[in-house]
């Protein structure tokens, strides 16, 4: 049994943006069990599956969360087959929320700063920063301005460890977005040639 849940009629892409994108979930590994396919964003899955184990990514990018409404630990994904991303991700949990990442195009630019509230040090990107610490001599990111495009801000340099998703706006408290105990040290941004 699949269930679909798509864009809402009517919606249409800016011109700087390209909102297209398709994931299938499956409640069991390898792609079995019930379906539920999703074109946008999905604040919590356990009202279409009861679990969700495996996932294909058919087109667009999309970032997925162990926790309902955008919550928990988060993992990017492109196009692709995740047949059991539990132990691929190292999650203890399944996929509980989705939300997709709209292309974009044209030039992308981010402030980070040392400290909460846009307070210390303040640097502006425009490319990937694969060790703030090495290109900026910062320590420390406590909040962020995203200005244009979207980005995945890295727990370690060279972007590893666990990430985020930052769409543009104002982030003034990463330690206020449930973020306590970490420290993001490279930013990278989301292109269709990731």
């Given amino acids: 049994m699949s269930v679909h849940h798509s864009v809402s009629p009517g919606t249409q892409p800016s011109p700087t943006n390209i909102n297209m994108g398709k994931i299938i979930f499956y409640e069991d590994k390898n792609f079995q069990g019930r ?17 969700c184990q495996s996932c294909r990514v058919e087109s667009g990018c999309f970032m997925v969360y162990d926790r309902p409404n955008f919550m928990g630990n988060q993992h990017f994904m492109r196009r692709g087959e995740y047949s059991d991303y539990m132990n691929m991700f190292g999650w203890n949990d399944c996929i509980r929320s989705c939300r997709m ?31 703030i610490m090495d290109r900026y001599r910062m320590s420390d990111c406590q909040s962020c301005n995203v200005m244009d495009g979207h980005w995945l801000m890295y727990e370690q340099p060279h972007f590893r460890g666990r990430m985020m998703y930052m769409r543009p706006g104002e982030y003034r408290s990463f330690r206020n977005m449930g973020f306590n105990n970490m420290k993001f040290m490279s930013m990278k941004r989301i292109t269709d040639m990731m």
């Fill in 101 to 131: 990442i709209p292309m974009h195009r044209g030039q992308y630019r981010m402030r980070i700063y040392e400290r909460e509230n846009f307070g210390g040090q303040m640097m502006e990107l425009n490319d990937d920063c694969d060790s």
């Fill in 35 to 51: 379906s539920y396919e999703s074109m946008g964003d999905c604040s919590d899955m356990h009202s279409h599956l009861s679990r």
